[in-house]
């Protein structure tokens, strides 16, 4: 199995990676804009055959190490291949 | 209109990265995680509301300065809101 985690900062903290590639794309003539915010993508193989497993183990990964729950919120997909 | 650009490790460039996270989560018991890549998410607010124009131009954004395509592959998701 494949999990997807995807690591956002949560909407109410600021995001000054974010705010950098906007006016970059302002710079670059991309007028239409607005807010940008940037997070991370981790993609993990799984051993496991099991969805609902695959799900659960990620989620706790994300809990333990890839997520900052003091400033970040996180997703989790599941894909099987 | 939002769209998200997810851009990861191409298939065939090595992730520093991606090797790190997996040792820290065999570290922390996680044995069945076998390789991790990591990348970048960036969430655009665009003005257009034609969710085509949005494709194409969070496609020119990704070509010019989000992604580097000599190490980097990205892929475009258009989302209503």
Redesign the interface.
Known sequence: MKAVV???PRDDVLDPQ?KA?AQ??HS?G?A?????????????????TSAAEARS?AE??AR???ANPVIEQFEVEIKDA
Request: charge should be negative.
């Open positions: 995807t690591v956002m974010g590639v970059a794309l670059l991309f239409d804009v607005g807010d940008v915010r940037v997070g991370k993508t981790i993609v993990l193989e799984l051993a496991t183990e706790a990964m333990k190490l890839l």
